[in-house]
């Protein structure tokens, strides 16, 4: 049955229109909601009055409206859960959950792990003084 399918699009920006506008041209999708949205996401869909930080206004409404697919965009509601709250009503979201956000969150945890687990990359340091991240500039 062609346009049957929904998507909820969470973010404002380009990635976000981008993602509206390929879902706008697949028969299979009938609507097509971004929250907040932008005046190109308008092209493509219809923008509804939800902050992508709304986590309680953006989960009620998704459980309500039971969208076919959430794609979360923005790095903050990822990190704050956004997805595995949307998740828990059931629903399918393509993002990261929270612990899987934090590698594009923190980028301190990210560089951690991979040194840990001994994946190769530049060498970097976390400091909490200037004079710290100095002495590390000059030791490169």
Same mark, same amino acid.
């Given at each position: 049955?062609?346009?049957?399918?929904?998507?909820?699009?969470?973010?404002?920006?380009?990635?976000?229109?981008?993602?509206?506008?390929?879902?706008?041209?697949?028969?299979?999708?009938?609507?097509?909601?971004?929250?907040?949205?932008? *005046?190109?996401?308008?092209?493509?869909? &219809?923008?509804?009055?939800?902050?992508?930080?709304? &986590?309680?206004?953006?989960?009620?409404?998704?459980?309500?409206?039971?969208?076919?697919?959430?794609?979360?965009?923005? &790095?903050?509601?990822?990190?704050?859960?956004?997805?595995?709250?949307?998740? *828990?009503?059931?629903?399918?979201?393509?993002?990261?959950?929270?612990?899987?956000?934090?590698?594009?969150?923190?980028?301190?945890?990210?560089?951690?792990?991979?040194?840990?687990?001994?994946?190769?990359?530049?060498?970097?340091?976390?400091?909490?003084?200037?004079?710290?991240?100095?002495?590390?500039?000059?030791?490169?």
């Amino acid at each position: 049955m062609a346009g049957q399918h929904t998507v909820l699009i969470v973010g404002s920006g380009g990635r976000e229109h981008a993602f509206g506008w390929a879902f706008s041209r697949d028969a299979r999708i009938g609507k097509i909601w971004f929250a907040p949205g932008n *005046a190109g996401t308008a092209e493509v869909g &219809e923008n509804l009055p939800l902050a992508a930080t709304d &986590e309680q206004g953006l989960v009620a409404w998704a459980a309500k409206e039971k969208p076919s697919l959430v794609v979360v965009g923005p &790095e903050a509601p990822l990190c704050a859960g956004l997805a595995d709250r949307l998740r *828990a009503q059931g629903l399918r979201v393509f993002g990261p959950g929270k612990e899987g956000a934090r590698l594009e969150g923190s980028k301190s945890f990210c560089k951690e792990l991979l040194v840990r687990q001994k994946i190769p990359t530049a060498r970097a340091g976390s400091f909490q003084k200037l004079e710290e991240a100095i002495r590390f500039s000059e030791s490169l």
